[in-house]
């Protein structure tokens, strides 16, 4: 999948602009607070009806506009093309159309066009809470699993059941019995979903960081988010007085993590800034390459400052995975002749000069 056609409106700083990038390198370029960031915070509005830069909407839509407005031509791996329209307005209620169709959730959307971000927040990923490697497993496992999620809505579901009773003791044992059953089925589907896409990302993982960074001892491992040795079923009989004293399930695949370690220690502990951007990316180029090979649309990358914090072999190394991949990349950089050698011949690259909001096509210079 690729966009053929983006226009923006209301979006941050930017100016109404309708852009044709090329469906595989885009670069744009341009001084800090131009509003390269902001281009890129247009296709992820498209593609999940929210930005990665703010939970608020306020700061999103442009100052004194009551909303602000994505739309986007995008060619299907199939064959034809899909219009898509994201809306947003200042009290926090959204539109979604889909070939002119509303769209009932921005999981619509989300499946429709795949998007990979990879920005200076970037190293939250192994830094964070358990709760965004968990999102970063599940949007992998959404993209590969059709089942994954109305299995995931199930577990929600139950969840919330059972956090209710814990809480106010609102349920009789038949129904607690029931809802228990029901969260440990569920759970036990997402585990087994969870874990397949990990043995299929790994070793993708491990080639892909082998091509980027020597990192020796480096491991990646999954916590389902119970004991490994212990049904769930038992843990939840054994734990209900201490859930209740929490107000909340404590265990369960809302808990499970991704653990990246150096030898005996968390990565994030020993690894320079350098070598954590690394390993993020090619996290997610393994992901990248995993839904190219269970779906024939490819995953629309949005690489925030890519010369940041990476010298100009790794930046090509980088640059190289990036292009491997056959899929549209957008990169921001302040001076584009960090990105614009190094491609093959053959490859479309697009250059965007942004400067005060306004965007402009500018001409390759290739050899």
Not at 78 to 104: H, K, M, P, W, Y
Not at 286 to 292: E, M
Not at 322 to 331: P, W
Request: proline share 4%; glycine share 6%; charged share 25%.
């Amino acid at each position: 999948m690729s966009l053929l056609r983006l226009s923006v409106t209301a979006v941050r700083n930017l100016h109404p602009v309708t852009l044709s990038p090329s469906p595989r390198i885009n670069i744009l370029y341009g001084d800090n607070g131009s509003g390269k960031t902001s281009v890129l915070e247009a296709v992820h509005l498209l593609g999940l009806a929210r930005s990665f830069r703010s939970t608020r909407l306020n700061p999103v839509i442009q100052y004194e506009q009551p909303t602000c407005t994505v739309f986007g031509q995008v060619a299907l791996a199939e064959g034809g093309t899909s219009n898509l329209g994201v809306s947003r307005e200042r009290q926090g209620d959204f539109t979604i159309r889909i070939d002119g169709q509303n769209a009932r959730s921005a999981a619509q959307l989300a499946e429709m066009l795949p998007l990979q971000l990879i920005n200076p927040d970037s190293f939250r990923l192994l830094e964070g809470a358990p709760k965004i490697r968990r999102q970063f497993l599940d949007w992998g496992v959404f993209h590969v699993e059709p089942r994954f999620m109305a299995t995931w809505q199930r577990l929600q579901k139950a969840l919330r059941q059972r956090n209710s009773w814990l809480r106010h003791g609102t349920l009789d044992a038949v129904s607690q019995a029931a809802w228990d059953r029901e969260l440990c089925l569920a759970s036990a589907e997402i585990d087994e979903y969870r874990r397949t896409y990990i043995a299929a990302l790994k070793p993708v993982f491990e080639r892909t960081l082998s091509e980027l960074v020597e990192l020796e001892g480096l491991t990646l491992s999954y916590y389902r988010g119970w004991d490994k040795d212990r049904e769930l079923s038992e843990v939840l009989a054994t734990s209900v007085l201490r859930d209740q004293q929490m107000g909340h399930t404590q265990a369960g695949p809302q808990r499970a993590d991704l653990r990246l370690r150096l030898g005996a220690n968390n990565a994030a502990d020993i690894l320079s800034r350098g070598q954590q951007k690394l390993v993020v990316c090619a996290l997610r180029i393994a992901q990248g390459h995993l839904v190219s090979q269970v779906r024939r649309g490819q995953c629309i990358y949005l690489v925030d400052d890519l010369p940041s914090e990476l010298d100009e072999q790794h930046r090509r190394a980088l640059c190289r995975l990036l292009e491997e991949l056959n899929c549209q990349v957008f990169i921001t950089c302040v001076d584009h002749e960090f990105l614009r050698e190094g491609w093959q011949k053959e490859t479309p690259v697009a250059l965007f000069h942004v400067e005060q909001g306004r965007i402009t096509q500018t001409h390759v210079h290739r050899e």
